[in-house]
């Protein structure tokens, strides 16, 4: 229905008998489900065509509702919809039809502008002071609404199996690479394996660590460098299954971080692969799995700053010298809604001689457009697998890369509905790669994976800062913490690499750390139960799996629980964090005998 749909088109151009026609065909098809929309936007032709519809209801016996489409939340949102759909359809503010090519007969025509601002969310109030003369077709919408589905989204579709039984599959294969690599398995690898594997099983996760399993497997076969990041190095299973290359037991890392047993959580499994092999990766799962079964996450482009001037300063009409000259001046991390504030802030347009009062229109469109979707690409890791055909859940788009399509979502939706995995890159792989091809020149049988960390001569270069070339340890920040703190094994190496490493913004106190490692500073614990817990870090939190251990430990928090407090600390910064959260926080800890 409205008046885009075929019906009212048809009425419009004042073809009553086709549209008659047209209106029993849907009631024959449709039989008890078919509704007919009156819509009241305000347009020339809409008197005659809702009488024509209502018309038609009565004699057919349809019934009619209110309704319409909604383009923009306020009828004041109206002018920047208006100039996204100029910009969108390639014409400009005086045209009313755009240059972008109409679609072939059969599929969706390319939307036109709208004559007026009434296309907008309306109250409820709104509503029935628009149908005020006729309520029972408000009463009919609300009929429509109870009989749609709570959630227009299918069931949540399962993990393809990966075998009959992959629960024994699981744990044979686990405990053959556990010997492989201890040779007689200690007790307290033994044990932590049947812990992390009775919780893997219980939850229905065995097939997501067999398919990764094989996937490296697969890789290690072609010769491709690989491991993994992230909380799945928190997984002692992940390293027998060759998926890691970290002991998680003999480093003590903590699994419920990866995987809480009260299955609040999802196995996040990261592995980065070499830059030039990642998409033969993703091909392997493609073949595996079929490529029904396989897709692409989403990833949104979304207007910023300079497409805003040059797409939208051209449906405006402005003249491209000018929109080039300011583009030219705009720093990428300029957004839309921050362009006015920009030439009071930055020199480089505070003193262009531009004339700001040309660009108030654009400005003001701007600020609404800022961060709002602008076309969907694939993303560069995600991939979804599915036990039922991913088209069947939700759209996909065709890609370029052969054989798998893009799911129609962005990382955050697809990973609250599919299981996604992430399939990285590390350009170090790619480097360690060309070192060994020109090592294997002179050593045919050499491997970067047999080196060993344990020799003192490893870690010399960076109580040096001899790292120019070494991957994610290059800068000179990590070069004069590398010197300060005097790193002699993995552990040391990995407090530089965390209290760097970007997205910590200096939340770890790491001068305090090299201080107290040396002996300049005492680190004093005011329990010992902080000492087992933070005493390895020299009392500085440092890893993420520390927060949740604090919170477990303190507060009594399942580990689900203490995940989801962490994740949201991390994202709004301590200066933010709310405060009836952080009373909850220290009022637990009371409670608890703290």
Known sequence: GGHGGALNRLLAAKRYEEADRFARFLQERFDGRLYLEIERTFLPWEISVNSRLLEISSRLGVPAVAGGPIQHVAPEDFVAQDALLCAETLCTVEELVGRKPQ???????????????????????????????????????LEVAERCAESPLPPRPGFPRFCEEPEALLREVVFRGARERYGEIPFEVKSRLNLELSTICHLGFASHFLAFWEACNWARSEGILFSARGSAVDSAVAWCLGISRIDAARHNLHFDRFLPPDGSKRPDIDVDFEAARREDVRQFFARRYGKEHTATVGAYATWQGRGIVREIGKALMIPQPALDCLAKRLHGSVTGARLRSAFQARPELRDSGIPVERFELLFEIASTLDGLPRHLGAHSSGVVLSDVPVCDVVPVLDSAREDVPILQWDKYSAKHFFDKLDVLCLRGHDVLKGTQVRVRESAPEFSVLDLTMEEDSVWEPFRKGELIGVPQSASPAMRQAHVRLGTSNLHEASLIQAGI???????????????????????????PLLETILGSTYGVVVFQEQVDQLLETFCGYTPGEAEEIRDELQRRRAEEWDEAMRTEVLSRAIQNGF
């Open 103 to 141: 679609r072939p007969d059969g599929a969706p025509s390319v939307p036109i502008r709208s004559l007026n601002a009434e296309r907008y969310f309306r109250t409820g109030d709104a509503w029935r002071a628009l149908f005020a003369d006729a309520p029972e077709l408000l009463e009919q919408t």
């Open 501 to 527: 490493r970007p997205g910590v913004g200096g939340a770890v106190k790491l001068n305090a750390l090299i201080r107290r490692k040396r002996g300049l500073e005492p680190c004093r614990f005011d329990h």
